[in-house]
């Protein structure tokens, strides 16, 4: 299976918007090139920023660059434009309502051996409770570059996140892409997996396995974690009585939360989540960590047997 990461789908995508919308410009915070921001910059030269190690004046900047008429993608490592620029996204951005795309890198504990300081394991959680802020979590490449060609089509504050370290593509091309619309990428009656992100993929694998035991999974890509689409959250409830999230972040205020209050609103069943359980994480291959911390495809399996023993 071809192997990539997220990170270059935003690349791809920055590329075709400067060359399909002129009003489309990049802001870096001296990252540009594992970002992938460098290839706009080498093409676009003219419409490229590097703001330099400054992330709450490359969002200031951003916002004026969007009260000017201009649709500003402005990217670092995620960790840093959600933690040291927060108070610039939320006064300066969300509350204005400006048309401020942020794009956030090396989300997630996969990053290796970088660390602890440079793993974005709550951003979710910081993005998702601001008013009006579009969030979105490609599975892998391919849906990257249509999340960021889709995000410059709507108005409004929007926050993509990316991983660093190449995963598996596994979504097509000729696949839908609709912010807030998720997609369902295998049926089942059993159990439904939500995931976002590249951990979709040990969902995908942890759905094959069930099978094998004589439980059907079904399992859905929730890209889009704000807005959420609650239909489809609520359509799985009803269908299979039991849930399980998956995502590469803190459980606390991710994809879990998000997906749990819905359904305690709505449709009260057993849910189960796999992510990150209250802790930082440590330098480590992204095998070594996805196993220390409980992100594979067996502990995403492990955790639709117990919702099962949970289920009416």
Not at 26 to 39: Q, Y
Not at 95 to 102: D, E
């Amino acid at each position: 299976m071809k192997m990539k990461p997220t990170r270059d789908g935003y690349g791809e995508g920055l590329l075709e918007l400067g060359r399909t919308n002129p009003d489309v410009v990049v802001l870096d915070a001296d990252l540009a090139k594992s970002t992938r921001t460098e290839w706009f910059m080498k093409q676009y030269p003219d419409r490229f920023f590097d703001m330099g190690i400054a992330e709450q004046d490359m969002l200031g900047t951003a916002g004026g660059l969007a009260l000017g008429g201009k649709i500003p993608f402005v990217t670092t490592y995620g960790v840093f434009v959600a933690g040291r620029a927060w108070d610039q996204i939320r006064t300066t951005v969300a509350y204005a309502g400006l048309n401020v795309k942020i794009g956030g890198a090396h989300g997630g504990i996969s990053v290796g051996p970088d660390g602890a300081t440079h793993q974005a394991l709550e951003e979710i959680a910081l993005m998702r409770v601001l008013p009006g802020m579009t969030l979105i979590i490609p599975a892998d490449a391919v849906e990257a570059k249509k999340a960021t060609i889709a995000a410059a089509g709507i108005n409004g504050p929007c926050y993509l996140r990316f991983a660093r370290e190449a995963t598996p593509v596994f979504t097509r091309e000729e696949d839908p892409f609709v912010i807030g619309k998720a997609n369902t990428l295998r049926e089942g009656s059993d159990v439904t997996i939500i995931a976002c992100g590249p951990i979709l993929y040990e969902a995908l694998l942890a759905g094959e396995r069930l099978q094998e035991k004589g439980i059907e999974a079904r399992v859905i890509n929730m890209h889009t974690v704000k807005p959420l689409d609650e239909e489809a959250i609520l359509k799985a409830a009803s269908e299979t009585g039991a849930i399980v999230t998956a995502e590469e972040h803190q459980i606390i205020g991710g994809l879990g939360g998000a997906v749990a209050e819905v359904l305690v609103k709505h449709k009260p069943v057993p849910v189960e989540m796999v992510g990150i359980n209250d802790t930082f994480g440590e330098s480590g291959t992204p095998e070594e960590l996805a196993e220390k911390y409980g992100l594979t495809a067996r502990d995403i399996m492990q955790a639709a047997e117990r919702v099962l023993g949970r289920k009416k």
